[in-house]
């Protein structure tokens, strides 16, 4: 069981930068994918990052490549989201997942965080 609690969302302008993380709890964290999902009113779900065991591979929409960088730290159970140049496009409800593989993070992740609510103004 992994439990995920994301911190760090809040209103920014536009052009501003905000950085998201991610406390897992278990000890099992290393052996987890790691990724971001965003929702915004009236959208569907996007995977906008993520990140493999080691940190070593990554994957961003195209809506966050160039701008968005994800991370994680092993050793303290934290996966970052480090957004820059916001856009009010990016307004969503951002949430941090968890799963054994990619391909299962891609479809339906096994676990999710509560969620954090980034709101980009103009």
């Known amino acids: 069981q992994v439990q995920l609690v994301e911190s760090g969302g809040g209103l920014v302008q536009a052009g501003g930068s905000l950085r998201l993380s991610c406390a897992a709890s278990?000890?099992?964290?290393?052996?987890?994918?790691m990724g971001w999902f965003r929702q915004a009113p009236g959208k569907e779900r996007e995977c906008v990052a993520a990140i493999s065991w080691s940190g070593g591979g990554t994957y961003y929409a195209d809506s966050a490549k160039g701008r968005f960088t994800i991370s994680r730290d092993n050793a303290k159970y934290t996966v970052y989201l480090q957004m820059n140049s916001l856009k009010p496009e990016d307004t969503a409800v951002y949430y941090c997942?968890?799963?054994?593989?990619?391909?299962?993070?891609?479809?339906?992740?096994?676990?999710w965080g509560q969620g954090t609510q980034v709101t980009v103004s103009s």
């Open positions: 997942a968890a799963d054994r593989s990619i391909v299962a993070l891609a479809a339906t992740p096994d676990y």
């Open positions: 278990g000890r099992t964290f290393s052996s987890y994918v």
